[in-house]
């Protein structure tokens, strides 16, 4: 069984990309510049755009984050989208999400700018990516190839069953694993009203778990010697932890571990890499790499 170190594989990600930056800044081009806005004080989110404003630091990114209370109103809200994307020195940019509920999501979403939607949630990215096309890449999906690609993980013809159905992560895996240039798989997506969802488990080379139901995946739903990817984060309560909360993943850790050929582990698996994918669409929003 081999370890899938997500920690290390960010780190070393986030290298490369400081190294590109400077490749960049030294033939007179311009820094990426990374912007996030964040409505009220949600601890999960303060958390995550802390560490993708730190992230950006460590790849030699300028960032900006910019804040609203959280009785911030949707067209105040739209505006500032708007200020962002005629901004000529803003590459690309986020709104962190959940949104307070009188805020439409879906509005704010597609508001953004497709050209500068480093989080791949407008429709145009989703879309792009569904046929095939060029697009920037939603984080967990992004990261989850990179993740199977440096380990040099085997994905073309096997089977590979997804478990979720989610916008973020189970409906775009989906698409990625069985297209031809990325996973090339066979895929079947199960979700909670699979009635074969167990045996579909048992036959599968590839296992992604994305339902945010802690230890679902046991060991007799695992065939030996298959890869399981736990995208699992839920958020326990742990009274040994100075948080007071712990995070599980979807995957019973201790039993699937030694029937796998590769796992990663929660922490320290997919979700370092997450804010890692950010940075590489930052990077490809700086260079133009997508859309010009
Ligand atoms: N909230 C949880 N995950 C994400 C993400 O990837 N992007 C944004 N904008 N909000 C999130």
Same mark, same amino acid.
């Given at each position: 069984?081999?370890?899938?170190?997500?920690?290390?594989?960010?780190?070393?990600?986030?290298?490369?990309?400081?190294?590109?930056?400077?490749?960049?800044?030294? *033939?007179?081009?311009?820094?990426?510049? +990374?912007?996030?806005?964040?409505?009220?004080?949600?601890?999960?989110?303060?958390?995550?755009?802390?560490?993708?404003?730190?992230?950006?630091?460590?790849?030699?990114?300028?960032?900006? +984050?910019?804040?609203?209370?959280?009785?911030? /109103?949707? %067209?105040?809200?739209?505006?500032?989208?708007?200020?962002?994307?005629?901004?000529?020195?803003?590459?690309?940019?986020?709104?962190?999400?959940?949104?307070?509920?009188?805020?439409? %999501?879906?509005?704010?979403?597609?508001?953004?700018?497709?050209?500068?939607?480093?989080?791949?949630?407008?429709?145009? *990215?989703?879309?792009?990516?569904?046929?095939?096309?060029?697009?920037?890449?939603?984080?967990?999906?992004?990261?989850? +190839?990179?993740?199977?690609?440096?380990? *040099?993980?085997?994905?073309?013809?096997?089977?590979?069953?997804? +478990?979720?159905r989610s916008n973020i992560v189970g409906k775009p895996m989906a698409q990625l694993m069985m297209q031809k240039q990325f996973g090339d798989a066979t895929v079947t997506v199960c979700h909670s009203r699979?009635? /074969?969802?167990?045996?579909?488990?048992? %036959?599968?080379?590839?296992?992604?778990?994305?339902?945010g139901q802690p230890g679902f995946v046991t060991a007799d739903m695992v065939k030996e010697g298959a890869t399981v990817i736990d995208v699992g984060t839920t958020r326990v309560p742990d009274a040994t932890?100075?948080?007071?909360?712990?995070?599980?993943?979807?995957?019973?850790?201790?039993?699937?571990?030694?029937?796998?050929?590769?796992? /990663?582990?929660?922490?320290?698996g997919v979700g370092p890499m997450t804010i890692c994918s950010l940075m590489q669409n930052t990077l490809l929003a700086g260079e133009r790499a997508i859309y010009k």
């Amino acid at each position: 069984m081999q370890l899938i170190d997500g920690k290390a594989t960010a780190m070393a990600i986030k290298q490369e990309i400081a190294q590109r930056v400077k490749e960049i800044v030294a *033939n007179g081009g311009k820094q990426p510049h +990374l912007a996030a806005i964040l409505v009220g004080h949600d601890g999960g989110s303060e958390t995550y755009v802390a560490a993708k404003v730190k992230a950006c630091g460590e790849c030699g990114f300028k960032s900006s +984050l910019i804040r609203f209370d959280s009785d911030v /109103t949707e %067209e105040d809200l739209l505006n500032k989208v708007q200020e962002l994307n005629d901004d000529p020195d803003v590459d690309g940019f986020i709104v962190q999400l959940p949104l307070p509920r009188h805020i439409s %999501e879906q509005k704010v979403i597609e508001a953004i700018d497709y050209r500068k939607d480093v989080d791949g949630f407008h429709p145009i *990215n989703v879309g792009r990516m569904a046929i095939g096309l060029p697009a920037f890449i939603s984080a967990t999906p992004r990261g989850i +190839l990179e993740l199977l690609r440096r380990y *040099n993980i085997e994905t073309s013809g096997k089977k590979c069953v997804i +478990l979720g159905r989610s916008n973020i992560v189970g409906k775009p895996m989906a698409q990625l694993m069985m297209q031809k240039q990325f996973g090339d798989a066979t895929v079947t997506v199960c979700h909670s009203r699979s009635k /074969t969802l167990k045996e579909e488990c048992q %036959e599968a080379d590839i296992i992604i778990a994305a339902i945010g139901q802690p230890g679902f995946v046991t060991a007799d739903m695992v065939k030996e010697g298959a890869t399981v990817i736990d995208v699992g984060t839920t958020r326990v309560p742990d009274a040994t932890k100075k948080s007071g909360f712990r995070l599980s993943g979807d995957v019973k850790f201790d039993e699937v571990a030694p029937k796998c050929a590769y796992i /990663t582990p929660v922490p320290g698996g997919v979700g370092p890499m997450t804010i890692c994918s950010l940075m590489q669409n930052t990077l490809l929003a700086g260079e133009r790499a997508i859309y010009k």
